[in-house]
């Protein structure tokens, strides 16, 4: 295989955001170093600038359909790819806002934090483009290796770095899992690149090799039973580092198993559906029933954060345009849901300086505003109308019945009353008990504005949904090239009830 | 305004609560006004949409239609009947009345204000809604604002508060605290609200989808799938697929009704509730239950109701029994309204039963007046509680000489809950028993000993709070005096009296929306019912004809009047 490297300059274009995000790294980079003097935040606001310049590029992009693809097909940017990257570059905006007031506080290496974040976000935004097995390794290595140092940010906290070492060593292991499959799909069928694979035979060397590139990304997302590392480390990092990793990874995992699964293995539909439908439902139910016993705001968010993507799984296991599509819309609610969820959790951990759920007696005396967007925040994540949670749940749910997932539904929607259970019991504590301590509680600037973003977005998509359900739609139209009925080569092996 | 009526009263009570969110706690005059003006405007609106509704028209009448998801096939879809028209009124009249009821609310008034008004609009979202998604959607709505409500305004039970617990109250956030069915705080009668009717609604939500996918048409409309969907004769499990739907949508929405054995929720809620929430909970939300199952399983699945609706004819029976003998022994002023409310609510499911146009026409016009009963009925409970601080009968009596008004409104409000002639319970009642005798002896009969029951509980009841030897703890209880008070129990009062002596219009409307749904089911044409021969009258359309034909009725009918099938327009 020769590998020539002739870019032109419209093929650079491609990569412009990439290439921005990367010379805005170094730049922040050298602005901490060179002027020490330079309040911290400053750097924050710095990168935020840089982000939100290459989300202006993406969304032109996006607007004007550039797409095309580089390296020999390694790198691919479509509109999928365009909308996992505002995605993840919307998510680490918000998630360097809301981390500026946390960051602070640290002794050293503050001006680092804010490199770290955005280095980890261009890792993500190389993931959701990558179109072959190895630039899917090489781009999550790298993502993955700027969330180690973050994790155990915190020197001298135990919890932090036990955090911190939990998620290298699965991590490392997850890694070689991946290449471990990657090299066996190589062996099998000689082809790197997903699209070329579509016509490769199910031997068991590439069932195997496959299960174990799904188990490593089954780390990524967090899905039972590949989720052990996520409530320690969840538990121990950060919280504006674990608000980024419950969203910006997953995102990127799942624009990666999208491609696997429906382009590479579009033909293997009836053999992995029964892999995911395993999957997804060992991950809401376990999920769901481990986060009642939670004492922790950070553990039960973990923990609903694995129940979300049991949901999201829901979706993939349909394998169809509108399973995708639902996939997509889902990512968008729960993003907003989630980080606005972890906003309230980091500003009232700032005020009172601890997470746990007992803590938050009364909160709705001390800050009307944070309760109330929490009440909303966990709602939504309940899948209560009209939040942007239910309509994501609803479309996966309309999705996989067309499917015929019927079990998976019954599960599904059981799920919705179990988790009920715990959100519930959040909304009991912030409403209906009395504070102990009925000081107010002060939220900063960037802090409110993460939280008013993270409440637009809940409550605009869950009252309008059309404009976000046009745009995913569009942006998973080249999937109907792959997923058709013409396709799956054996039919629905689940008839009702089955 | 005129055809955007129903845009009126559906969202005067959002934008309410939306104005309330930018008004400060300080200005607490300010608050309830804005509280009560956009229930106002509601009331106003569906006044207006009673009046206005064309009862020789039929159908589905103010209809709006607004397209909301194109990939999904949803759209927002309203539109009254004759069976939405005077729900949609009684919800409106319940919100207002409500606000008056909890005019007194110092702490979090503003609060308390925006959940009550979401939760009214919700309700009545589910009244006017013609598409199953924003069915659902509302019903769903309506569960987290009682959550709250109860959570933060309601009141404990006397037992709870004299319980003692070993282990402090740590209990009460663990799995166990849910699986404790001793446990009386307003907490756990909350969360089992929520719970209880999140674990039916996810199963109607089954029955919504699997509509969905076998009619193969993907869109929720209502008026489509019934035109449309052809659900029979799939077999699936053994069974038939028509069944399972049915099943998963009438257990699934009978858990709000109340039926008999999925009622555990409902009184315990009743008790935890601050008065407002009492009234909009046994006023207007049970009734979600019997009318989301005629509009999904009566309109979708007419043959299928026609065969397994005899579950609710036995069901109702232990509804009317088990909640009657409770009611009887219940020492809690709320337990005893709660449980009588799951009672009179198996009358609607016996009228629902027997299918025929007088006794669903009766269920109705039931659901209408119970709920002006049972609100007059929990907002004096309510007025007693917050001037007593206790809901134990046998420690009130004698408060007839602090509070007159209000004793001689309470018995109004049990003569129209026993349904007296001249309520309009009683002509309710009547129907439901006249109309359901063919059918369902036995159940009849079983329904005259609940009105018997009824008698006896209320007076009860009566004899406890208001006569008697006067406690003495309470002698410094005082009367209704005020206007804001006095308002919403004689809105009430006179609302019930009102239609029980002039019954004529709210008759012809409920009749122009029970006609068609029964033609459907039964496929036979109505004997004339109406009076001096006006009301009803339209023609039949079959599905599959372009022409209107008169039906031929069955032989006994020398006039046939004739039903619309309800076009939307």
Partial sequence: MTFSLNLSFSDLLLLLPEIFVTCWLCVVLIVDFSFSRVPKERLAYLSVAGLVVTLGCLAWFDMNHVSGTLFGNMFVLDRMAIFFKIVILGATILVILASIEYVNRFTLFRGEYYCLVVMSALGMMFMVSANDLLSVFVSIEFATLGFYVLVSYLRDDLASNEGGLKFFILGVLAAGLLAYGISLVYGETGKLVFSDMASAQPTPGLVIGFLLIFAALGFKVGAVPFHSWIPDTYHGAPTPVTTFLSIAPKAAAFAILLRIFLVALGTFKPLWVVLLVAVSILSMTYANIVAIAQRNIKRLLAYSGIAQVGNVLIGLAAGTKMGNDAILFYLLAYLFANIGAFAVVIAVSQAIGTDEISDYRGLSRRSPFLAFAMLLFLLSLAGVPPLAGFIGKLYIFVAAIKEGLYTLIVVGLVNIVISMYYYLIVVKQMYINEPINPSPIAISGPMKTVIYVGLAGTLVIGIYPQPFTDWVVSATLMFANFIGPSVTVAPPVHSLGG | ?569
């Avoid at chain 2, 106003?44 to 909301?68: C, E, M, N, R, T």
């Avoid at chain 2, 003692?164 to 740590?170: I, Q, V």
């Avoid at chain 2, 069915?181 to 109607?204: I, Q």
């Avoid at chain 2, 008759?507 to 004997?527: C, H, M, N």
Wanted: proline residues 4%; glycine residues 8%; hydrophobic residues 55%.
């Fill in chain 2, 1 to 569: 305004m005129g055809e955007y009526a129903l845009l009126y009263i559906l969202f005067a009570p959002f934008a309410g609560a939306l104005a309330l969110i930018f008004i400060s706690n300080r200005q607490p005059l300010l608050v309830r006004s804005v509280a009560a003006s956009a229930a106002l405007v509601s009331l106003l609106a569906s006044l207006y949409l009673f009046y206005a509704y064309d009862p020789v028209k039929g159908g589905f009448q103010f209809v709006q239609k607004y397209a909301w998801s194109k990939q999904l096939g949803i759209s927002l879809h309203l539109g009254v009947d004759g069976i939405g028209t005077p729900l949609v009124l009684a919800s409106s009249i319940l919100l207002f009345a409500g606000i008056f009821v909890s005019w007194h609310i110092k702490d979090r008034a503003k609060e308390f204000y925006i959940w009550l008004l979401i939760l009214a609009a919700a309700t009545i979202g589910v009244f006017m809604s013609l598409d199953l998604f924003f069915l659902y959607f509302f019903y769903e709505m309506s569960v987290i604002p009682m959550y709250l409500l109860l959570g933060m305004w309601g009141s404990h039970t006397k037992k709870y508060l004299e319980m003692t617990d070993s282990e402090g109250l740590k209990l009460r956030d663990s799995v166990g605290f849910i699986l404790n069915f001793g446990s009386n705080s307003k907490e756990y009668a909350a969360m089992k609200l929520v719970l209880f009717l999140s674990a039916f609604a996810v199963a109607a939500l089954m029955g919504i989808l699997l509509i969905y996918k076998f009619s193969g048409l993907n869109t929720f409309d209502i008026l489509v799938l019934r035109e449309q969907a052809n659900l029979m004769n799939i077999p699936v499990l053994g069974t038939t697929l028509d069944k399972i739907i049915w099943v998963l949508v009438f257990f699934g929405f009978a858990s709000i009704a109340p039926l008999w054995p999925l009622h555990s929720w409902s009184p315990v809620g009743h008790a935890a509730a601050p008065a407002a929430t009492s009234m909009l909970h046994a006023g207007v939300l049970m009734k979600l239950g019997h009318f989301s199952i005629i509009r999904v399983a009566f309109e979708i699945l007419p043959e299928t109701t026609r065969e397994l609706m005899p579950i609710a004819a036995v069901l109702c029976m232990f509804s009317i029994v088990y909640g009657g003998f409770v009611a009887f022994y219940a020492k809690d002023t709320k337990y005893v309204i709660g449980y009588s409310s799951s009672s009179h609510m198996g009358y609607v499911f016996l009228g629902m039963a027997a299918l025929n146009y007088i006794s669903l026409s009766g269920a109705v016009i039931y659901m209408f007046a119970h709920a002006m009963a049972t609100g007059m009925l929990f907002a004096m409970a309510g007025w007693v509680y917050d001037q007593t601080h206790t809901r134990d009968i046998p420690s009130l009596g004698g408060l007839s000489n602090k509070m007159p008004f209000i004793s001689v409104c309470f018995v109004v409000g049990c003569m129209a809950s026993i349904g007296m002639p001249g309520t309009v319970n009683f002509i309710a009642e009547i129907m439901i028993i006249v109309g359901s005798w063919d059918k369902y002896p036995l159940q009849v009969i079983v329904a005259m000993l609940g009105i018997v029951l009824t008698l006896a509980y209320l007076f009860k009841m009566m004899r406890g709070l208001f006569y008697g030897p006067m406690n003495q703890k309470y002698s410094h209880a005082h009367d209704a005096i005020s206007a804001v008070d006095r308002l919403p129990l004689l809105i009430m009062i006179s609302i019930s009296i009102g239609f029980g002596i002039f019954p004529m219009h709210l008759y012809d409307v409920v009749r122009s929306g029970v006609d068609p749904l029964v033609a459907r089911i039964t496929r036979v044409v109505p004997v004339a019912q109406t009076h001096e021969g006006s009301g009803v009258r339209s023609e039949v359309i079959i599905p599959g004809t372009t022409s209107t034909v008169p039906v031929v009725a069955s032989k006994l009918l020398p006039l046939p009047s004739q039903v619309s099938r309800g076009e939307g327009e």
